[in-house]
Every structure is written in structure tokens, then in C-alpha cells.
């Protein structure tokens, strides 16, 4: 993520989640916090075929003793 300038920290949370018995469950999570505009997170996992997947992710941005954040999901990919 790339916030706007003027922000001083950055935060993400991801959760790699998978659905079993009609629910979403998460199986590994993962947060990454960054001083600065700019924050990153890249991780891999093997994952089990057969099953339903979604990423669920915050992104929070702190400027001084305000914050914003946005929730975000990805596609839901069966693998």
C-alpha cells in the first residue's frame, strides 16, 4: 500500500482464510506495520486442494493521532 504523504505509519493484516462446513475459517494470518508511506506484505503457503479460499486484509494509516482504515477481501478462488 502507498498512503497519501503525511502519513507516518502504515499497518497491515492480512488472514488467509479458508471455507469448511459453510463458515470462513482462518488459517494463518499475518500483520506487517511500517514508518512511512509505504508498506508491504508478501507471504506464501501451501494450501490443501479442494477446498474454497479468500484473503481477508485491514490497512490502517496513521497520521499523527488520527487513523483511517479499510477492510478489504479478495476473490473467492477454489484451488
Known amino acids: 500500500m502507498t498512503a497519501r ?3 507516518n505509519k502504515s ?3 492480512s488472514r488467509l482464510q479458508k471455507k469448511v462446513n459453510g463458515n ?3 488459517i494463518e494470518a ?3 506495520s511500517r514508518q512511512g508511506i509505504l508498506c508491504e506484505l508478501n507471504k506464501s503457503i501451501v494450501i ?10 485491514t490497512v ?9 482504515s479499510i477492510a478489504v477481501y ?3 478462488v477454489k484451488y
Open 5 to 7: 504523504p503525511g502519513v
Open 11 to 13: 499497518l497491515i493484516t
Open 24 to 26: 470462513w475459517q482462518t
Open 30 to 32: 499475518w500483520t506487517v
Open 48 to 57: 490443501n486442494k479442494g477446498y474454497v479460499y479468500r484473503i481477508f486484509s
Open 60 to 68: 490502517k494509516a496513521y497520521k499523527g493521532s488520527k487513523s483511517e
Open 74 to 76: 479478495s476473490k473467492i
